[in-house]
């Protein structure tokens, strides 16, 4: 039977790998996909540097749109990155008829409303395995292994480069800027690193996830992002301390009143699955109502491990090909007909527990005044710690207050915060960080 012949877009950490994986395990990958499946057209800025890695075969260019138009090619894999020419590319692609593979997550919570419209009227299959978790397979799981479940809620830790950060500096206690450099040299950064220290590479992932564990449309916009550029050493050290650690989490989750949609750092206890998952592996955990609790863990980034998803996409597609376009698994798990308007709660309606610091005037009547107001506010402390703070003076003691409280609504924890700061003796912000139990 013929091959089926890709066009490759980019060619830099996962193109290459993708290249790499596909050259080194062909005679595998064509036994599972049942046909050759052959890279035969790349297109890249610096085409003299790409033709070192690809065979004299190969056709090489810098004009992707050549790429996306020619007639020969079936699928074209998208492995730029950025949302503007991608976008441009990706829709062109689907236009002239082409199956689509990208690992463009940017591109996909954006766009994809735009874009699995346009794939579905044409026909053709925009796969996005990689885009999720780097070599994990959660897409697949989440679409096709748990369509029994009504699913609840999925929390994960889902950007490589921040939990590298984090596991880094909490192990080795280097600093931010070093290990960030680390992770670059790595190939898990973005090009632009701050959506992965910001958290905006996260929610780009948690927003693909929500709508497909609930058949919601892509909403990245109405996300709730906070990354890790403002936590404080000493907070680590303190979570550290109470038993637990501080992690990046994406997490979405079913309520009666909406969806939550949210990524943060989190304190998640240190015996917990997720606190142990180091460096810049990633982990999914997803709760069905049937199955209960399933956790997916592996690598999520990086050359290789992303172009094992690639890859599997390439070879999902080309097992397709030959079904009717109804029959196909739907891009975002439930049928286009049957997606939910199902609202994403604001951060203010989320319930969680909290982790409260604050530095006081170490005098009678602090704690009862303050136990008093987060009680009028209905919060419920679960434990607290007193500790002296080094900066007190020979006229006034200072202490540091940490609360760890029960659950409570996000929005009455940022009112008694608000009253907390405005009391006469506090001497600091109040540093508020939610908690996790996943239970
Ligand atoms: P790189 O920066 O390593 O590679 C980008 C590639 O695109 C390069 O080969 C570059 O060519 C090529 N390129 C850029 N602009 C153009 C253009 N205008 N015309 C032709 N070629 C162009 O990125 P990554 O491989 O790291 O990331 C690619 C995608 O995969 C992104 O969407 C990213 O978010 C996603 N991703 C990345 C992961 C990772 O671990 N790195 C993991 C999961 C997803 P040249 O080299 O010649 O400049
Ligand atoms: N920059 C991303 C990360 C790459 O660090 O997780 C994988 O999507």
Do not use: C
Request: charged share 20%; aromatic share 4%.
């Amino acid at each position: 039977m013929e091959s089926i012949k890709v066009g490759l877009l980019g060619l830099g950490v996962v193109g290459g790998g993708t290249w790499k994986v596909l050259a080194r395990n062909a005679q595998e990958i064509a036994r599972r996909a049942g046909r050759n499946i052959e890279v035969t057209r790349v297109a890249v800025r610096d085409v003299a540097k790409a033709r070192k890695l690809l065979g004299a075969d190969v056709l090489v260019g810098a004009d992707p749109h050549a790429v996306v138009t020619d007639p020969s090619i079936d699928i074209v894999v998208e492995l730029i990155g950025g949302e503007t020419l991608a976008r441009e590319l990706v829709l062109e692609a689907i236009a002239h008829g082409k199956h689509v593979v990208t690992a463009n997550k940017a591109l996909l919570a954006k766009h994809g409303s735009e874009i699995f419209a346009a794939a579905s009227a044409r026909g053709v299959i925009v796969a996005f395995e990689a885009a999720v978790a780097g070599g994990i397979p959660i897409i697949k799981a989440m679409r096709e292994g748990l369509t029994a479940n009504r699913i609840e809620w999925v929390a994960g830790i889902i950007n490589g480069t921040t939990n590298f950060i984090l596991s880094e500096m909490r192990a080795r206690g280097l600093p931010f800027e070093t290990v960030l450099a680390q992770a670059q040299k790595l190939g898990y950064a973005e090009a632009d690193p701050t959506f992965d220290i910001e958290g905006v590479d996260a929610a780009h992932k948690l927003t693909l996830l929500a709508s497909l564990a609930f058949g919601i449309p892509v909403q990245f916009d109405k996300a709730y992002i906070e990354g890790i550029s403002k936590l404080a050493a000493e907070d680590i050290k303190m979570a550290e301390r109470l038993g637990y650690r501080i992690k990046l989490l994406g997490i979405t989750k079913r309520r009666p009143e909406g969806i939550e949609l949210r990524v943060h750092p989190a304190l998640v206890p240190s015996k917990s699955m997720l606190a142990n998952v180091e460096g810049a592996m990633n982990a999914v955990l997803v709760r069905g109502d049937a199955v209960g609790q399933t956790l997916y863990y592996g690598k999520g980034a990086g050359e290789e491990p992303t172009a094992s998803a690639v890859v599997a996409d390439l070879v999902d597609v080309t097992r397709l090909l030959t079904s009717d376009p109804e029959h196909r698994v739907p891009h975002l798990a439930f049928q286009p007909d049957a997606m939910a308007d199902t609202p994403i709660l604001s951060i203010d309606d989320v319930i969680t527990s909290y982790y409260l610091r604050l530095t006081v005037a170490d005098q009678p009547g602090v704690l009862a005044d303050l136990t008093r107001l987060l009680a009028d506010a209905g919060i419920s402390i679960g434990s607290m710690i007193q500790q002296p703070n080094e900066s007190g003076t020979a006229s006034e003691n200072m202490a540091d207050l940490i609360f760890l409280t029960h659950e409570a609504l996000e929005r009455n924890v940022n009112r008694a915060i608000s009253a907390i700061e405005a009391l006469p003796f506090v001497r600091s912000s109040v540093t508020r960080l939610r908690m996790e139990s996943l239970s």
